[in-house]
């Protein structure tokens, strides 16, 4: 069953730490999506991958870096947390001119 | 100007009536639109997705988009308690280069009221 797959689903974690958020698809799909939601608020695009290799960063500016060595494979990583980084990460997936897909989601907790 | 613009609401409707959502984009070349709902707390689900000029209907949903005009609306017939949600709308404007990423709007905060 083609599916997209967020680890971990909730993560607290402490100030300075790194941390790898992991989304893998079994769709197919060339364009990837991480997006960033505050409880109640809209949601804000952080990074984008139109294919392997291909990257770009969204509309809301992050300290976060992504890649995209796999077609299958987007991880987000923060290389030093903050309480700021405090937030809902959503992993999504499309392709051509069709929508997109979501996953469950990690809420993260930086304390 | 955001590329894609929803009255944030809440908008607020009695069970039993119908609820209008609207959506403008900027986009002339937008190719693609869908709505999603999102309850709080979960990720955004597909409920709609339109094409072309019109009307399309799908149980107590209906989108209709108008190219012209550059807007897309979704009605909810019959509007229940548990349609009270976040509605987003997306658009797609990606033709030639299948680099362009979905764009969503801010949502409207749809309530029901019993």
């Known amino acids: 069953e083609a599916d997209i797959y967020q680890t971990p689903r909730y993560l607290v974690i402490g100030t300075g730490k790194k941390i790898t958020l992991e989304c893998s698809q079994t769709m197919g799909h060339d364009k990837m999506y991480w997006y960033q939601q505050d409880p109640g608020m809209e949601l804000h695009l952080i990074h984008y991958s139109y294919g392997v290799n291909s990257t770009e960063k969204g509309d809301l500016s992050s300290e976060s870096t992504v890649s995209r060595i796999r077609t299958e494979h987007f991880p987000l990583t923060l290389e030093s947390a903050r309480p700021s980084h405090t937030s809902q990460y959503l992993c999504a997936t499309s392709t051509g001119g069709s929508p997109a897909f979501f996953g469950q989601g990690t809420r993260l907790t930086v304390v | 100007q955001k590329e894609v613009e929803q009255n944030s609401g809440p908008l607020s409707v009695p069970e039993g009536a119908i609820a209008s959502l609207n959506c403008t984009y900027s986009?002339?070349?937008?190719?693609?639109f869908f709505w999603y709902r999102q309850y709080s707390g979960k990720s955004p689900e597909l409920i709609m997705s339109i094409y072309s000029n019109g009307d399309k209907e799908d149980g107590r949903f209906t989108a209709q988009l108008n190219k012209a005009s550059q807007y897309v609306s979704l009605l909810i017939r019959d509007s229940q308690p548990s349609d009270s949600a976040t509605y987003l709308c997306a658009v797609n404007g990606d033709s030639d280069t299948g680099r362009r990423a979905l764009t969503f709007g801010s949502g409207t905060r749809l309530q029901v009221q019993p």
């Open positions: 986009d002339r070349g937008s190719q693609s």
